[in-house]
């Protein structure tokens, strides 16, 4: 059922708690979900909540103050940890001390794995263990494990799991799960599973539906739904049920594979069995699923039902359907959905503005993209790399190269930190371009940030070289690409 004008009705006319649904149906919202003031036909957030106290009289809750002060707190806690992480970073490229404070290396590690810096992580950690006070712990590789798993390093996990065995360590159900993680995220599944048959032969490390679930995971990543269907077995055979994350996994994958009879078969299985109903995962993998193949109509008939199941929307939601209906061109319907979303108290999100920003300057609709951009920054959201790498997209697909200037001012005035998605993307603007200077310029800038140049950005200057027969210079690009990942799968950090 399309979207229609019911959807812009006035809420009040429905009664006080009484809302529509983002295709214009009824919905009762729950008494004193008004969390927002409206001020100049924007949604937005108090600065300051009044509270009725037993006494009867008004105190305020939050203050502007109050706000500062703790932002100035949390900011002076993130430059003494910063500085903390800084010097142990250093003593950890230049130092064997081992009488270095326990704190400041416990916490320098931990925050280099929660960055997913790994290189960091790594050398602070060989750094650790020379300490006279380390004791190995399983938890410490548990966590480097995952970290390494996030940025798919199989070698690295490898290395440190000898390293554990030979610190007199038993890996535990976790190192394993953790280490079978690591090759499965890596496409190596082979090796993944080989670590669940040996998860078998140790008695105190039986894999649990947790391990089996990551598994199932990598193999949908990787497409391999003939060893899922194994797994299933295997599992069936032990005795585990699957959880609502089992089955959530399940069809996420089949989802973003577009085996959509699939992903439906297996919501009549939960359906039917009863023990596993489905939840807002479960519903929001649906609509992207359909949304992501275009068909609309399905998915706004698949958010009904999902509704008549007692499952509410949630922000993501609604992310994925103004992505779905950009992604087809119904413009209109975004529209719907963002008034919908305020009738709802919904506030959007950096994502929504995100998403927003990047179907406009798809469609290199640049006033509506430029607009959504200001509306985002006048509610007091900061734009980060993704915007700033949509807008770039934008303006290079509407021919105004003459943009860009703008958005480098902004960036250098605010503390954004740039990835190599951006500058491939303003590496290859200017390529097309012809505009080889500027091109050359943000090649030297992507390095100056310590951003890794990959394949993406050599083949785009490479092209650009070529298509104005400048060999000599794709040449020395080729030559430094091939040095670049020489280094990078010859460096060896575990000493």
Avoid at 226 to 237: G, P
Avoid at 456 to 477: C, N, P
Wanted: aromatic share 10%.
């Amino acid at each position: 059922m399309p979207l229609c004008s019911a959807a812009f009705a006035d809420p009040a006319k429905l009664g006080s708690s009484a809302s529509l649904d983002v295709f214009g149906s009824p919905v009762r919202c729950p008494p004193g979900v008004c969390l927002l003031r409206h001020v100049s036909g924007e949604w937005r957030q108090p600065i300051s909540v009044p509270v009725v106290t037993s006494s009867g009289k008004k105190t305020v809750e939050v203050t502007t103050k109050g706000i500062q002060k703790d932002e100035k707190r949390r900011m002076s806690q993130i430059l003494r940890t910063e500085a903390a992480i800084g010097s142990v970073q250093r003593k950890a490229g230049f130092s064997r001390s081992g009488r270095l404070w326990p704190k400041a290396v416990l916490e320098a590690l931990s925050q280099s794995i929660e960055q997913d810096q790994w290189e960091s992580a790594l050398r602070i950690f060989g750094l650790l263990r020379i300490q006279h006070w380390y004791t190995p712990k399983c938890q410490t590789y548990v966590q480097l494990f995952r970290m390494l798993g996030r940025s798919k390093l199989p070698g690295q996990a490898s290395e440190l799991f000898r390293l554990m065995l030979s610190e007199g360590l038993k890996p535990t159900v976790d190192v394993y799960t953790s280490l079978m993680g690591v090759y499965g995220l890596s496409g190596r599944l082979d090796e993944a599973f080989r670590v669940l048959d040996e998860m078998k032969t140790v008695c105190e490390c039986k894999p649990d539906v947790y391990a089996y679930t990551l598994l199932i995971n990598c193999c949908s990543k990787s497409h391999r739904f003939d060893l899922i269907n194994k797994l299933l077995t295997e599992m069936s055979y032990l005795g585990f049920d699957c959880s609502i994350v089992t089955y959530n996994t399940i069809i996420d994958g089949y989802g973003k594979m577009g085996k959509l009879e699939l992903m439906e078969d297996l919501l009549m299985d939960m359906l039917e069995g009863g023990k596993c109903l489905p939840d807002i995962y479960t519903m929001n993998s649906f609509l992207w699923a359909y949304g992501n193949a275009g068909q609309i109509e399905k998915m706004e008939t698949w958010y009904q039902e999902f509704q008549v199941m007692g499952i509410e929307p949630d922000l993501t939601t609604f992310n994925i359907l103004i992505k779905s209906y950009g992604k087809s061109a119904i413009y209109e319907k975004i529209e719907l959905v963002l008034e919908f979303m305020k009738r709802r108290f919904f506030s959007p999100e950096i994502v929504t503005y995100n998403i927003i920003i990047e179907i406009f300057g798809k469609a290199g609709n640049i006033q509506q993209m430029e607009y959504f951009f200001d509306v985002m920054k006048k509610q007091g959201m900061k734009p980060n790399c993704i915007t700033y790498t949509s807008l770039i997209t934008g303006y290079s697909k509407a021919g105004r190269l003459d943009k860009f200037g703008t958005i480098l001012r902004q960036i250098n005035n605010s503390n954004v930190v740039l990835d190599t998605t951006f500058f491939n993307s303003i590496i290859s603007a200017y390529g097309r371009a012809g505009e080889l200077k500027a091109m050359k310029q943000m090649f030297g800038e992507m390095k100056r940030r310590k951003c890794q140049p990959d394949d993406i950005t050599f083949a785009s200057m490479v092209q650009a070289y070529d298509a104005r027969g400048m060999i000599e210079a794709a040449k020395e690009l080729e030559i430094e690409a091939i040095r670049i990942q020489r280094r990078s799968t010859g460096r060896r950090l575990l000493t």
